[in-house]
């Protein structure tokens, strides 16, 4: 899953997780669950926007034994929205060199800005994956810019379910259906960029954007 906890793990254990995670058959490619970016936000540990500065190869561990190799990316911190308790500043993100483990690639010495989420180790370092929500700034929605300072936060007791086919059902009153796959054949579509799987006080989860309510074609899917 996207949001394994990796907290408490090692360097050289998180490189082995990822490489036994690795569905067999699939030869070098990286794969990764679905998730939508709210589960994205409320399962990652940390949550920032930032600025990519310069990136150094450095080793997975003091082991010389040890082959593995991460990518050490500087970056420039703009803004936190997860994880005050565990880090202040971020310097600098660390995410392994070989793709076949999900190394992210960024760009560096530009002015692209990114949101990256994240799991933050033991030694207190942050390690991103390509199963995180990692995006270019600019290709946020002002739904999904807003929903990082409160709304995606305070729902994290909403569960999301990914609908591949028809028909979807709900099963469990906290539960919202994503069905941008099904309706657009990709994962972040309208639905993942426009609206939020909030709770009512009566612990129901419905679908909202800002003050609108679900579009009736999210609706019409769970119908049999």
């Known amino acids: 899953m996207p949001w394994s906890p990796l907290d408490a793990l090692s360097w050289a254990l998180v490189l082995r997780l990822l490489a036994l995670l690795r569905p067999p058959g699939l030869g070098e490619a990286c794969t990764c669950a679905p998730a939508h970016p709210q589960q994205h936000v409320c399962h990652s540990a940390l949550v920032i926007r930032a600025k990519i500065s310069s990136e150094k190869v450095v080793p997975a561990s003091e082991d010389p034994t040890d082959t593995q190799k991460l990518i050490r990316y500087e970056i ?3 803004k936190m929205f997860k994880g005050f308790e565990k ?3 971020v310097q600098y993100v660390y995410t392994p060199f070989d793709s076949s483990l999900c190394g992210v690639k960024l760009e560096t010495n530009s002015q692209k800005q990114y949101l990256l989420t994240g799991q933050i180790l033991s ?4 390690f991103i994956h390509l199963c995180n929500y990692i995006e270019p700034w600019e290709d946020l929605s002002w739904v999904q810019r807003e929903s990082l300072n409160h709304h995606y936060h305070q729902n ?3 569960q999301i379910t990914t609908c591949y086919a028809v028909p979807c059902t709900i ?3 906290n539960e919202c259906l994503w069905t941008d796959w099904l309706l657009e054949r990709k994962l972040y ?3 993942a960029q426009h609206y939020v ?5 009566d612990g129901i ?3 909202y954007r800002g003050h609108l309510h679900l579009r009736k074609e999210y609706v019409d899917i769970i119908q049999p």
Request: aromatic share 8%; proline share 4%; with cysteine.
């Open 171 to 173: 099963s469990a009153p």
């Open 123 to 126: 030694d207190g370092k942050v």
């Open 197 to 201: 799987c909030m709770k009512h006080v």
């Open 189 to 191: 579509g309208y639905q």
């Open 87 to 89: 880090a202040k500043d």
């Open 156 to 158: 994290c007791g909403c």
């Open 205 to 207: 989860c419905t679908w």
């Open 76 to 78: 420039k911190q703009i």
